[in-house]
């Protein structure tokens, strides 16, 4: 709706085409910005903020694109790194091929999680994945496999495609950063395609996305898949950047704090929660040191953002005076 | 000695008193969210805070003001109530015109406020919290060792879950309520405050929040984290039995706990996720829940 108040000022190819520019700079700035970054930080930290934003952007897909709130995300993206550090350390898959059982574990767990969550909605959904992600916390929490309280450790990061030592954090950095780019492409092409089209009618008005003729179900489902399978790449990918995979990344907490980046930086626009993954790990590793807990924090931060901006930084930033200028728009 | 199923008889009604239990809080609890969700559309993700909350604020009158248990019993629902109309009024109300999940993320964030300050202040560890006198030991039923406290929670949460039943359906503050369920605008005509309502309603469901929490103090330890331990347990419950119905919601809580102390017995290992199991078989049978009337 706010689609149509704003065209109306300016006309619509003209609109589009400085959008693309803008688009465009921005894009390319940020690449830059992401190849030239391990000069200036630190990389674990920065593989650490790409693997979380990955997830929170694999989550928007679903919140911000098909509006169903899952609070069982945890689930794809613990239970991905914990089948990669698996395949990877006992197995000795290659690190590819580790990742790829992590996102074809996650995309599986998704698919059953998903068939049975769909048959409700809105909070009921939410409650339901929660619950069904909390029962696979207790199922990590006692299989043999991932070693209990422990979790799986010291995974051996290997050499991709037999011949790049990723042990050396430079080559892991360029890695991740690959995975983080074909995850985001895929996300977007994801959204701009008939599929995507079809969930957002399915996000606006479920009741006439199913008098065309549409099975919203399926098309839930397939989504749900999509979601949980990107957020399976970032969970893979994170097992290997920490050589580890623990009951944390299972846990519900891990649920919130991806709905929290979502919100944070902008639900259902593409680039928002990179910002907002981007917010949230810089003040967990900055809190890290201190003994003031993050969790009062990520309240605090979440009722505000729940309160009075609920557009989140980026959404706001498209609609406000700036960014309309550039030719943004803020849909939702 | 008397096997039932292969098992000692002490060890079955052993477990079954522990469900029996655990139900009587997974019924108060939720109960209290399908009285707020009915009206207010919300589901208080905070419930589980509150709940923790009732136990803390118990131990701390006992701690600084020396206020026994019974006091407490009534005082602690109380203070949390009010807090509760306190958020209730200045937050909560400003979510109703927004789609419902606004409410849930809203309750989550408090939820984690609240127990990351109590975290902060008292640290991760439980506190025990002494049985009262009146209730200390315990009886021998002949085939069983009773615990008298544990009889007293059984016994006194069903008169609440009951009580509070009561009070929606056969009082005149319960007739607004349900009729503000069905039509807030139209009640509003008829010179009803909804609004003040909707305080008294999230206030009436922290308070027994709250007073599950005491009830609970002396049996768990008091500790930051028994809120968000039980509260997905508690989702759990109201998908299994819709929220249509308080009726449904109470009968659910004692079923399910009831379900989960036998499944201690039958296969320990399965204990934590029967309830889970449950729901999911629910949803795949009957997706609107065994009392729902929503789809």
């Keep these: ?42 990389p674990i930290f920065l593989m650490k903020l790409l693997c979380f934003a990955l997830f929170a952007c694999a989550f ?53 999680m998903g068939y049975v969550a769909i048959r409700r909605q809105g ?18 929490l006692q299989a043999e496999f991932t070693k209990g309280e422990d979790g799986i450790q010291s995974v051996p990061r290997g050499h991709l495609f037999g011949f790049i030592d990723l042990s050396q954090s430079t080559n892991m950095y360029y890695f991740v950063l690959a995975v983080f780019l074909i995850g985001m492409v895929v996300i977007w092409r994801f959204i701009n395609s008939p599929f995507g089209m079809i969930l957002k009618s399915i996000r606006e008005n479920e009741a006439r996305a199913t008098s065309l003729g549409y099975s919203v179900a399926r098309y839930k489902l397939g ?3 999509m979601s949980a399978a990107l957020a399976g790449l970032a969970g893979g990918v994170k097992a290997l950047v920490f050589q580890f995979a623990t009951l944390t990344d299972v846990a519900w907490q891990m649920s919130g704090e991806v709905i929290l980046m979502t919100l944070l930086g902008g639900i259902g626009t593409l680039i928002g929660p990179i910002f ?24 605090v931060v979440f009722m505000v953002c729940v309160l009075l901006f609920r557009r989140g930084i980026i959404g706001e930033f498209y609609a406000s005076r700036l960014g309309r200028k550039l030719g943004f728009e803020h849909r939702r | 000695m008397t096997m039932i199923f292969g098992i000692p008889l002490q060890a079955f009604l052993g477990q079954l008193l522990i469900g029996l239990i655990n139900g009587s809080f997974y019924a108060l609890l939720s109960l209290g969210l399908a009285v707020i969700f009915g009206l207010l559309r919300v589901i208080n993700f ?11 604020a118990a131990m701390l009158m006992l701690q600084y003001f020396g206020i026994s248990y019974w006091f407490a019993l009534i005082f602690a629902p109380i203070i949390v109530g009010l807090f509760g109309a306190f958020i209730e009024r200045t937050m909560l109300s400003r979510l109703y015109n927004l789609d419902p999940l606004y409410g849930l993320l809203f309750t989550f964030g408090l939820a ?114 028994m809120g968000s331990n039980i509260i997905i347990v508690v989702f759990a419950v109201v998908v299994v039995g819709g929220m249509g119905s308080i009726m449904g919601a109470i009968v659910t809580g004692y079923m399910l706990g009831i379900a989960e102390g036998l499944t201690k017995v039958f296969y320990p290992e399965a204990s934590n996720i029967v309830i889970f199991v449950i729901m999911a078989i629910v949803l795949l049978l009957r997706p609107a829940g065994l009392f729902g009337r929503d789809a």
């Excluded at chain 1, 917010?279 to 900055?286: E, F, I, S």
């Excluded at chain 2, 419930?47 to 803390?56: K, R």
């Design chain 2, 46 to 56: 905070a419930h589980g805070a509150q709940y923790m909350l009732g136990a803390f």
């Design chain 1, 1 to 42: 709706m706010s689609d149509m108040t704003h065209t109306a000022a300016k006309p619509r190819a003209e609109r589009s085409a400085t959008a693309s520019m803008t688009y465009a700079i921005f894009l390319t700035a940020g690449l830059i910005l992401l190849v030239l970054a391990p000069l200036f930080f630190y």
């Design chain 1, 123 to 140: 909070i009921y959904f939410a409650m339901i994945t929660l619950a069904l992600s909390q029962m696979f916390f207790f199922f990590c």
């Design chain 1, 223 to 225: 989504a749900f898949v």
């Design chain 1, 276 to 299: 907002g993954a981007g917010l949230v790990v810089t003040l967990q590793n900055y809190l890290a040191t201190s003994d003031f807990p993050v969790t009062i924090i990520t309240g």
């Design chain 2, 112 to 225: 984690l406020t609240i127990e990351g300050t109590f975290r902060y202040l008292y640290g991760s560890s439980g506190q025990p919290y002494a049985v009262p006198t009146q209730l200390a030991g315990g009886t021998n039923l002949g085939f069983m060792f009773l615990p008298i406290y544990r009889g007293w929670v059984v016994v006194v949460s069903l008169v609440a879950c009951i009580g509070t039943w009561l009070l929606i359906e056969k009082t005149k503050l319960g007739s607004y309520l349900r009729a503000a369920t069905e039509n807030p605008v139209l009640v509003q005509a008829f010179g009803v405050n909804v609004p003040v309502l909707l305080t008294l309603t999230y206030g009436i469901g922290a308070g027994l929040a709250a007073f599950a929490g005491v009830l609970a103090a002396p049996i768990y330890q008091v500790s930051p984290l």
């Design chain 1, 60 to 112: 928007n897909l679903l919140l911000g694109y098909t509006g169903l709130l899952s609070f069982g995300h945890a689930t794809f993206f613990g239970g991905a790194a914990y089948f990669t550090a698996h395949v990877v350390k006992e197995w000795g898959f290659p690190p590819e091929l580790g990742v790829l059982t992590g996102v074809v574990g996650a995309a599986l767990l998704g698919l059953v």
